[in-house]
């Protein structure tokens, strides 16, 4: 698994951004598009599964935040653009997601993360945490089963944001080590 300090892979792939009739799909290149941003990218095994919508209903209700944070918010699968408009057409918590949904179709972005389950060939429930630099400086990953925490993705973004010394359960707000 791609691991801290180290770059994040620059790929090319199709997204689903909208429902909207003639605005559903764009192209997003992963470094280049959050260059001098922060951004936060999260995998999810497939679609129409029953663990990953909840997740990224979830991710979807904390969008206001990841924006008031200044990070760019991705998800993404090894589904096509096509599968994730279905989707969303057809699931009633994902119709008005405010963040593209990635499609990940050669599965080179879940490869190049090592994220990519041993048998099921699919990815697995990895988040990372993405500096204006590229740099990866948190990442977390799940068992297939097993839904992810996004206030603890919040929290994490909010202790890297201080670049000071953040101590164990540490909350914004709260004071650093340095200060």
């Given amino acids: 698994m791609l691991g801290i300090g180290e770059v994040f ?15 559903e799909f764009k192209s997003f290149t992963t470094r280049k598009d959050t260059k001098g941003k922060w951004a936060v990218y999260f995998a999810w095994p497939l679609d129409f599964t029953f663990v990953c919508p909840t997740e990224v209903a979830e991710f979807n209700s904390a969008f206001g935040q990841f924006a008031d944070r200044d990070t760019e918010l991705f998800g993404f699968s090894c ?23 990635l499609a990940d ?3 080179e972005l879940s490869e190049q993360l090592g994220i ?19 740099i990866v400086r948190w ?3 799940n068992d297939l089963n097993v839904g992810r925490n ?13 670049d000071e010394l953040c101590p164990c359960n540490w ?7 340095n200060g």
């Fill in 105 to 107: 179709t050669k599965k």
């Fill in 171 to 177: 909350e914004k707000g709260q004071k650093t080590l």
């Fill in 9 to 23: 892979p620059e790929v090319k792939l199709e997204a689903c951004v909208s429902l909207e009739k003639g605005k």
């Fill in 116 to 134: 990519l389950h041993k048998q099921d060939k699919v990815p697995l429930r990895a988040t990372y945490i993405i500096d204006p630099d590229g």
């Fill in 79 to 101: 589904d096509s653009q096509f599968v994730h408009h279905a989707w969303r057409t057809h699931h009633e918590d994902l119709k008005d997601l405010k963040f593209p949904m």
């Fill in 150 to 162: 996004v206030k603890e993705v919040l929290r994490t973004l909010d202790a890297l944001q201080t």
């Fill in 139 to 141: 990442a977390s990953v």
